[in-house]
């Protein structure tokens, strides 16, 4: 008795009614071993020959034979442990024997594949399935009648991101990645905090982060749909931090996401050996590993402000990864620019992120310098947000210091300005409680927040201002009461430029501009 094929685009769909029906030498084209597998015929020696497979070192195949599933696996569900690694197109499911057959597009794709979940159990139903190797090289099935259509609409809906004439509901959970939307963003939120949060489902694979209509938004990829659509139940209107960062999540059109880079943007952590990219902070090849089973129930509950914008450092794991409690508060910037850096605009640039106490410029190395922050909480916001930015033409690196706190030079040492205590400046922005200024904290963006504007002052004053400081004003918005307004300029580092230059500039009458960044766009 013959399976049951179906095809459906470019994967085809093997249907196996019992225990009795094993797979058919006929329905393979390899120059492997064929005895580890029977037609059936061999009265209960089935079983022994196909362990022969399972005791085998096979060579990488694109064809991956994965046992253990549990009892009324679907199709989609096999399908689903493959899709993050790339395109699926073929499939022959055993189901008497808990067992099936996956064919992915390319042999690169299964090496990917048995090479990550060698470090990260797959689960099926929440149950250890095991993975490897076939000794088949390819797999030959028939195309058949109208069996499983229900299913077929599914596996459609995975492979190609299409949505069915029927069982739409089924379709939509089928996809393994999840869009998600920060309603409310009064603090940052990163792709480390959402990994935090999602990887309490399952297994996050990947995630792209970006703006879209001035709203954060995320895509997310968990390694199979089903820990997508608990998740989406579970976090779907919950807030990360108390009332603000709302989550909405739905599901994606895609089905498989494709990550070039591994950064603060994207990340994939089936391959933690890709490029960073130009200008964007590395991942410690040791961070996929650990982010894995991280508990994320702290992102959740109550947190003062400055500790919950300084979480999106914390979630990264940074502290512990390099190997501090996270105590200091106590930065250390390198690859500066030493013809340019002053402790004034570390002092300046820093202070957006917390009140910058004092910056020492390293006497014997020009380029780095030790910022000292009110607190920890307050290094680790303003590292995960200046670390890989551009400041005076060059990518800065931002990483906590050993030390604890930054020594001023001994009464009667010249240090030629090198170091600066800022501990009583008037310019902190966070030493009165409750400010609004902990609601605006943002990352480095190419739009300034302009306040504190005299009445007299116009947009072309302004607008020269700033193009007088360097770089190219694209565009400009007052406020209604025009006390306030937005400036954009044509690239991050010239905004950073400019808030470093112009950030309480005198503008006459004792009128001294505030800068900001602002999450906004003109």
Do not use: W
Not at 58 to 80: D, G, M, Q, Y
Not at 101 to 117: H, P, Q, R, S
Not at 314 to 343: C, W
Request: proline share 4%.
């Amino acid at each position: 008795m013959f399976p049951l094929f179906f095809s459906i685009g470019d994967v085809a769909v093997g249907v196996k009614r019992g225990s009795d029906e094993l797979l058919s030498n006929s329905l393979y084209n390899s120059g492997s071993d064929m005895s580890s597998i029977s037609d059936g015929t061999s009265n209960g020696s089935d079983s022994k020959k196909l362990r022969v497979e399972d005791r085998m070192e096979a060579p990488p195949s694109r064809v991956l034979h994965i046992r253990k599933l549990p009892n009324e696996t679907s199709e989609t569900e096999v399908i689903a442990l493959g899709l993050p690694f790339g395109k699926v197109t073929n499939i022959l499911t055993l189901k008497g024997k808990n067992q099936a057959f996956l064919e992915l597009g390319t042999e690169e794709a299964a090496i990917t594949m048995v090479n990550y979940y060698s470090t990260v159990t797959p689960h099926v139903r929440n149950v250890p399935v095991f993975i490897q190797y076939s000794n088949h090289k390819e797999l030959k099935t028939d195309a058949g009648n109208q069996r499983a259509q229900a299913v077929l609409q599914a596996v459609s809906a995975v492979q190609g991101g299409g949505t069915p004439t029927s069982g739409s509901d089924l379709a939509a959970a089928s996809s393994p990645v999840l869009r998600i939307i920060i309603d409310n963003m009064f603090y940052p939120v990163t792709l480390d905090v959402l990994q935090q949060i999602f990887s309490k489902f399952g297994t996050v694979m990947k995630i792209i982060t970006f703006t879209k209509n001035n709203q954060f938004q995320a895509l997310l990829q968990f390694n199979d749909p089903s820990t997508a659509q608990q998740a989406k139940i579970a976090l779907d209107g919950q807030n990360i931090y108390n009332s603000c960062c709302t989550l909405r999540i739905d599901y994606s059109k895609l089905v498989n996401l494709n990550v070039k880079y591994n950064n603060d943007k994207s990340r994939d952590y089936t391959r933690p050996e890709l490029p960073a990219g130009d200008g964007q902070p590395a991942m410690d090849p040791n961070m996929a590993a650990a982010f894995q089973g991280k508990d994320s129930n702290s992102l959740l509950g109550a947190l003062s402000p400055l500790n919950a914008a300084a979480a999106a450092a914390a979630a990264a794991g940074r502290v512990a990864l390099s190997g501090h409690s996270g105590s200091s508060g106590v930065l250390l910037a390198s690859n500066l620019n030493e013809e340019m850096v002053t402790p004034q605009s570390l002092f300046t640039l820093f202070g957006v992120y917390g009140d910058t106490q004092r910056v020492k410029i390293l006497y014997n190395k020009k380029d780095s310098a030790l910022i000292q922050m009110a607190d920890a909480s307050q290094a680790q916001l303003a590292m995960s947000h200046l670390n890989g930015q551009k400041m005076y033409g060059k990518v800065i690196r931002v990483a906590l210091s050993k030390h604890t706190s930054v020594q001023l030079p001994r009464d009667g040492l010249d240090d030629q300005g090198l170091t600066k205590d800022f501990t009583n400046s008037p310019l902190h922005r966070f030493k009165k409680p409750g400010s609004k200024n902990f609601q605006n904290i943002f990352p480095p963006s190419t739009t300034l927040h302009l306040s504190n504007i005299p009445t007299d002052v116009t947009e072309e004053d302004l607008r020269l201002l700033f193009s007088n400081a360097g770089g190219t004003v694209n565009a400009f918005k007052f406020f209604q009461d025009h006390k306030m307004a937005l400036l954009q300029m044509s690239t991050v580092e010239e905004a950073i430029q400019g808030l470093i230059d112009l950030h309480n500039y005198n503008m006459g009458d004792n009128h001294h501009l505030r800068v900001s960044f602002s999450k906004s766009s003109i």
